[in-house]
């Protein structure tokens, strides 16, 4: 029998992390289940290189979701990564926090220690920023944050003088004191490439002799020992069958989609849904892959009057001279996101917070439908703003297809069920055509090419975000924090409820999505669910 001390399921953002919190006293065996492969391909450091992951079985799941009937029956692409770091090694790498109310409703909705205040200092234990150590920033963490302020492209400074314009306030800094206002966003990047768990975590900690990585490892259930106590994982590798046994804890950071999905296969989840599908409940746990939330976004495209990205990346010349400037210094649209700029603003001034976050990319382009096609610019000069609601109430679930581990899992985000999204939709294409209004942005506009002009009355704009949004990949909650067994999974130390022996570390625990981009906070959570269970263990 081999026996580790922990066992952690899953090395994407918040497993790294873990297995490098776990792992660096040398006091405890660590055993890290991974289904991906190495994240040791070039085109996982360079930052402009996700495209090149977007539709890679090899790195990502591809999953998609089922039909969603407020958006004219479409799936909905679902990408998640298949690789060490997981979804943050091939992330667009927006690095952001969220909203100080947020956390602070994590905490109202009674899970201690979790409130804005609590969770500043891992924030900052997390980070070296570009800006150095301050009120809000460090200048210690493993993970480094680059502003991009410094090397944006035109097109976005005049994105944010037609905010200006509007009197949008300004942010320089969505990190900081205040969310709201316009601003250009800090990404994880490190001398020009990606800085995520999996490279900054993991790879230093990887040759430790009490840490195991076992790649290419996907697991099929959890083991159980007497009362319910989880103490181990089965997993095939290579075709063939292991178990692995935890003399202390197992912990899933499989994420948002695939903890749930484990935990249903392993006989934990509503005992009627696991029942008709033949699974034998080992523990009624009814809110096991429910209150799913996700970020939907749209985006308006704009033909350009002045040069954007589009002409460079569509001519061989224009990537060689990109390609080149990143070689040379690591720096230009090659060390970037193509979410330069943007913001989180309300969409009505009776909005008691921002509720929309805008991106500005001064490169439009189209997702294909064909996977083969790849991430291409639009055949013109042009850019596109996009928007998605901060807080959206809509809530969906993951649940199993069947009893077959390899089977995918169906994801029902169930987005725009409830009004106020539709609501939010409103305000943010309008928002989006006033800003593109101003004059700062006139002398650019050309032309509004999609949804265009002629689609103006409410009832058209709702129609184009039914018909043309899709997700951010920014899926959460699915495994609640929360005191009630029925509407949570598990407590504020992230211990499964009535499971003894299991933990949960990763976005499925959020009690609300944060707004903004994800990836941030789940780290954060790794770092306290580390802290938890060292100092449980000890």
Known sequence: MVEF???????????CILADRLSESGHYRV???????????????????YAKSYYNPALNWMYWSEPEAELGNRR???PRGKVLGGSGAINAMIYLRGAAEDFDDWKAAGNPGWGAD??????????????????WHGDRGKIHVTPMRRDIHKASTVFLAACMELGLPANRDFNGATLEGAGVYDINTRDGQRSHSGAEYLRPAANRRNLTIAQNAQAQRLLFGEDRRTIGVELVQEGQTHRFYAGREVILSAGAVHTPHLLQLSGIGDGQNLQTL??????????VGRNLQDHLCASFYYRSRHPTLNGSFASLLGKASMGLRYLLNRSGPFAMSVNQAGGFFR???????PNLQLYFNPLSYRIPSNPKAGLQPEPYEGFLMAFSACRPKSRGEIRLSDANAASPPLIQPNYLTHADDLREALQGMRLMRRIAGTGALSDWVEAEISPSPAIEEDEALIDYFRQNSGSIYHLCGTCAMGPNQQRAVVDARLRAHGIPGLRVVDASIFPNITAGNINAPVMMVAERGAEMILADAR
């Open 5 to 15: 001390d922990f066992i952690i399921v899953g090395a994407g953002s918040a497993g």
């Open 31 to 49: 055993l890290l289940i991974e289904a991906g492969g190495s994240d040791r391909s070039f085109w996982l450091k360079i930052p402009i290189g």
């Open 76 to 78: 909905i692409y679902v």
């Open 118 to 135: 609590d969770v500043l200092p891992l924030f900052k234990r997390l980070e070296t920023h570009g800006d150095g150590a301050g009120d």
């Open 278 to 287: 033949g699974i034998s409940t080992r523990h009624h746990l009814p809110a």
């Open 347 to 353: 969409g009505d001034a009776r909005e008691e917070r």
